[in-house]
């Protein structure tokens, strides 16, 4: 059985302890370290690297932000996850360029919180329901046609599809399996999303699609 290390930063010691208790009930789950700002997570993180770290947005000393970034340059490939409250959606393109592979608002479920963490530990991303209909409602109005129209591109049908899957927060593997291709084509078709959009990565595309009312949730 794997066991998934986890670490947890936020100022709040109330919600830490709470969640780190919640998390611990997991048999599969471990919770290695907790810190109260990003520089005593970067401090920590010499010597524990877990498989997920629960980070919180906005914090006093060093925020998510900056601690995401900064955890990132010393362990490529860290898994983080923005934990977020409502409200905050003007963060989100920031933790996503930072590199956060996640996102889930403080008032997720056990069941959720369990299958985010999963997820992202095996290099998937993950939007939790609340976060992207959280985005959707401060969608920026345009359609996406226009929006794309104005950047010189135009999506494919297979792109649309692939890329409203995405938004689902369905993996490659199981993209292919709905759409009956490879895994490598489902890939390929996230790569030219990706340039087409002109963003970096998953997370970053998620969010622009929302956003932009490329695809509908």
Known sequence: MKIYQIYLVDDHSI?????????????EFKVIGEARNGMEFL?????HV????????????MNGIEATRLALE?????NIIALTMFGEQKYYKLMAEAGARGFLQKDVTKDELVEAIKRVSDGESYFSHRVRSELAGNSEGQEGEDILKKMGEKLTEREVE???YLVSGLSAPE?????FISART?????????????TKNIVELVIFAIKNNLVSI
């Open 15 to 27: 919600f830490l302890k709470g969640l780190s208790l919640l998390l611990n009930e997991v048999v």
């Open 43 to 47: 401090l920590d993180l010499e010597h």
């Open 50 to 61: 877990p498989d997920v770290v629960l980070m919180d947005i906005r914090m006093p000393g």
């Open 74 to 78: 010393k362990i490529p490939g860290l």
């Open 162 to 164: 692939v890329l409203h």
């Open 175 to 179: 993209i292919a399996d709905k759409m």
């Open 186 to 198: 489902v890939e390929g078709h996230r790569a030219s999303l990706i340039s087409k959009t002109r």
